[in-house]
């Protein structure tokens, strides 16, 4: 059965750290792109990095670079989102879904979505 479990939202302060995880089982990330995005209220959803299956990194968003950086652990099947140096602005929920080729910055290539998890930025 496949399947993505995104965890570690939450609430934190401007200026704190979260490490998000993206569990994944039915596939391997060894054979997938893993891409992160994110939705604020009322804007429209966005990437901010993607893995590909080998390990390529790709940064998509200028406002988060220097603060955030993505990962994966093949033997953990688990690909993962640091964030640091969270700003209010950086509130939405967040997703991690597979890409079936390469990475994209387009939400349309990739097939399968998480659930999301929600990360708050606020004092």
């Known amino acids: 059965q496949l399947q993505l479990a995104e965890t570690g939202g939450g609430l934190v302060q401007p200026g704190g750290s979260l490490r998000l995880s993206c569990a994944a089982s039915g596939f391997g990330l060894d054979d997938y792109a893993i891409g992160w995005f994110r939705q604020a209220p009322g804007q429209e959803r966005e990437v901010v990095f993607c893995i590909s299956s080998g390990g390529l990194i790709h940064e998509y968003l200028e406002s988060v670079k220097g603060r955030f950086t993505i990962s994966k652990d093949n033997t953990k099947n688990t690909a993962y989102l640091q964030m640091n140096s969270l700003k209010p602005e950086d509130t939405a929920v967040y997703y991690c879904?597979?890409?079936?080729?390469?990475?994209?910055?387009?939400?349309?290539?990739?097939?399968?979505w998480g659930q999301g998890t929600q990360v708050t930025v606020s004092s």
């Open positions: 879904a597979r890409s079936p080729i390469v990475c994209f910055d387009n939400a349309e290539y990739f097939d399968f």
